[in-house]
Nanobody, 126 residues
Framework: QVQLVESGGGSVQAGGSLRLACVAS??????MAWFRQAPGKEREGVAA??????????YYSDSVKGRFAVSRDNGKNTLYLQMNSLKLDDTAMYYC???????????????????WGQGTQVTVSS
């Protein structure tokens, strides 16, 4: 069974940066993503790398585009999320997800992913 373990969360002031990491217990799936969920809100897709054929496509939610960057190191079975210029609204539990999404799939739909980590908390304060 694949296990995903996130790390790197913490407390930071607005405008600061954090780097999240997600280590998979074995070979990573074609598609990996970061989701987040704030109290009282639905889980939302933040960023994803989808392996479609021999290429990879990168996706970001509008709320983080230009501030966050997703990357992966297949040799280390690790997915990263570099978060810069953090805002109060970025406060949430961040989850790593993995799966095999078809070309017609929706990267931000949590139902597309088969495996999930336990999450790492990110808290941004003023």
């Amino acid at each position: 069974q694949v296990q995903l373990v996130e790390s790197g969360g913490g407390s930071v002031q607005a405008g600061g940066s954090l780097r999240l990491a997600c280590v998979a217990s074995r070979y990573t799936y074609d598609s990996m993503a970061w989701f987040r969920q704030a109290p009282g809100k639905e889980r939302e897709g933040v960023a994803a790398i989808l392996g479609i054929g021999s290429t990879h496509e990168y996706y970001y939610s509008d709320s983080v585009k230009g501030r966050f960057a997703v990357s992966r190191d297949n040799g280390k079975n690790t997915l990263y999320l570099q978060m810069n210029s953090l805002k109060l609204d970025d406060t949430a539990m961040y989850y790593c997800a993995a799966g095999s999404i078809p070309s017609w799939g929706i990267w931000s739909d949590s139902r597309e992913y088969s495996y999930w980590g336990q999450g790492t908390q990110v808290t941004v304060s003023s």
